[in-house]
């Protein structure tokens, strides 16, 4: 993958990251408010069945993966800027139809639940690689490591208020408003996006091109990883808020408290994992952490494997 700038110089290009960072904390409050509290609304939405909201997220996920490969030629010709765009509006798409589904909507529920699985399509497919390319490009080399666990550690201070807030505007206005505020304020997340630099790339690799590379010598141990990664997460982010919502028994301030406990706790992990990662290589921490896993060490494990996978990333992108 090549990258060409669009503008070499660019008064935007001086505040980038920020920039980019601050799309991205925007868009973040809005889907840490939705977030929390989505699969348990899935779960009662299907009659508190678990298997029906893993099948749900299932089909979620697997939607996504035949369109990778055709946004990426699409977004070599758009350029990144435009391609975050459209996967925002995606995201909005995914909001509005699960407004009309809790506010009650003449249409069938169904055929909300799939548009808004098309949105999420968009979002996954034209917003995330763009903008891990962005910040590659946009990042100090040199100090990424903490660079990131900044910007993950401001993710976490925001996630100790979110899902307080959520449950409030849960309990008083119900769903309908949550969706509405996630909507609101990925909206206002794209208003960044135009003070951004804007380049292009060329993405060269078709499905298979793509699919060798993944499982080629020199990635497979990085592929492995993320998979097992994204398997761990699905735990933290479907059956984690629905576990808690049976034990405290549908109190969702209790559920939005807990949650902020525990993200204060992985804030804390956060930032020392961020200090760390520029005196070793991503690679020596990813095994590390790896090695962390296999005993009790509480979050530390996730947080040193999640900043150090992401650093072999963006230095994949350099």
Not at 7 to 24: E, G, M, Q, V
Not at 270 to 295: C, P, W, Y
Request: hydrophobic share 55%.
């Amino acid at each position: 993958m090549s990258i060409q700038p669009a503008h070499k110089r660019s008064f935007a290009h001086l505040s980038a990251l920020p920039t980019l960072a601050s799309n991205r904390m925007i868009a973040f409050i809005g889907s840490s408010i939705v977030g929390v509290f989505l699969p348990i609304y899935i779960f009662e939405f299907f009659g508190l069945s678990l298997p029906f909201v893993l099948a749900w997220f299932a089909i979620n996920f697997a939607f996504k993966l035949p369109f990778y490969v055709p946004a990426a030629k699409i977004f070599s010709r758009t350029g990144l800027v435009a391609s975050m765009v459209i996967g925002t509006l995606g995201l909005v798409i995914f909001y509005w139809m699960f407004f009309l589904l809790d506010h009650g909507s003449s249409i069938n529920p169904f055929v909300l639940m799939a548009l808004g699985i098309g949105g999420l399509m968009l979002d996954g497919v034209f917003y995330w690689s763009p903008y891990h390319i962005d910040f590659a490009k946009f990042s100090d080399a040199s100090h990424r490591g903490k660079q990131l666990g900044m910007y993950y550690g401001l993710q976490e201070a925001i996630s100790i208020l979110t899902p307080i807030a959520a449950a409030f505007i849960l309990t008083r206005f119900g769903y309908e408003m949550n969706f509405f505020v996630g909507l609101i304020l990925t909206v206002a997340s794209v208003i960044p996006l135009f003070f951004v630099s804007k380049y292009k790339v060329t993405y060269e690799f078709g499905y298979f091109e793509s699919c060798r590379k993944l499982f080629s010598k020199k990635y497979i141990a990085m592929t492995l990883s993320m998979a097992a990664l994204g398997a761990e997460n699905i735990v933290g982010v479907i059956v984690w808020p629905i576990f808690l919502f049976s034990v405290f028994r549908g109190n969702y301030l209790e559920v939005g408290f807990v949650t902020a406990v525990i993200v204060v706790i992985s804030m804390i992990v956060e930032f020392i994992v961020g200090r760390q990662i520029d005196h070793l290589t991503a690679r020596k921490m990813l095994k590390f952490g790896s090695l962390m896993g296999l005993s009790p060490k509480g979050d530390f494990d996730k947080k040193l494997m999640k900043i150090s996978q992401t650093m072999l990333i963006l230095t994949n992108f350099r």
